[in-house]
């Protein structure tokens, strides 16, 4: 079935640790992003990507990375610098940019949990 | 930059009609989303709106006035599985970036 996988479901981190959240998508889209969301919050834009090789920040990118080296693919990694990774976090993805008809589509989610 | 606004919390009974409604300012408009999440779980694409007017989807219908920065959601028939937040989202022309707002929390009661 063609869809976003996100793994893993629940992972803990201690202080002072990088942890790794993987997203892998076979809908041959473009497009891949990556949101956090915390309680009575709105979904907010870490990171996306339009291509391989590329990547673009979003509004709350300090203290995370990301790679794209295969279209398929888009880890993030949350380092120690982020004060506050407690969070909801989800991978998505897209045909393309803004147009009609490239509606954005979630993964299931990792919760991240500092321990 | 960008503002969307949606009421915090509603309560419906089962069996009735509810409408969500989502304001919003942006710089460049390129379409807006409603996704229904459930707690705990991923959003789930419910409908898009790019020009005016209103979109039917079986019980669920959205609505968009461009002219006024506003969109509603219509659930009908209410049943209890539609409690859920309820997430309107615009797409800025140009981008590829697609703003939330915090959610509307819906719950149905019998």
């Known amino acids: 079935d063609g869809g976003i996988t996100q793994s893993p479901k629940y992972l803990f981190r201690k202080e002072g640790q990088n942890v790794t959240l993987s997203c892998e998508q076979n809908l041959n889209h473009d497009a891949m992003y990556w949101y956090r969301q915390d309680p009575g919050q709105g979904l907010r834009l870490i990171y996306y990507?339009?291509?391989?090789?590329?990547?673009q920040k979003g509004d709350i990118a300090e203290g995370y990375s990301v790679s794209r080296e295969k279209k398929e693919s888009f880890p993030l990694t949350v380092t120690s610098a982020q004060k506050n990774p407690t969070a909801f976090y989800l991978c998505?993805?897209?045909?393309?940019?803004?147009?009609?008809?490239?509606?954005?589509?979630f993964g299931e989610g990792s919760w991240l949990t500092v321990v | 930059g960008q503002n969307i606004d949606q009421p915090t919390e509603m309560t419906a009974t089962e069996g009735a009609i509810v409408q969500i409604n989502c304001t919003y300012q942006?710089?460049?408009?390129?379409?807006l989303f409603w996704y229904q999440q459930h707690a705990g779980e991923a959003p789930t694409f419910l409908s898009y709106n790019v020009l005016d007017g209103l979109e039917e989807k079986g019980r669920f219908s959205s609505f968009l006035s461009r002219s006024k920065g506003y969109s509603y959601l219509l659930l009908k028939e209410l049943q209890m599985k539609d409690s859920a937040s309820y997430l309107c989202?615009?797409?800025?022309?140009?981008?590829?970036?697609?703003?939330f707002g915090k959610g509307t929390k819906l719950s149905v009661i019998p």
């Open positions: 942006t710089s460049g408009f390129n379409g």
């Open positions: 998505a993805s897209s045909a393309g940019q803004a147009l009609s008809g490239n509606t954005i589509y």
């Open positions: 989202a615009v797409w800025r022309a140009g981008s590829y970036q697609l703003t």
């Open positions: 990507s339009q291509i391989v090789n590329d990547f």
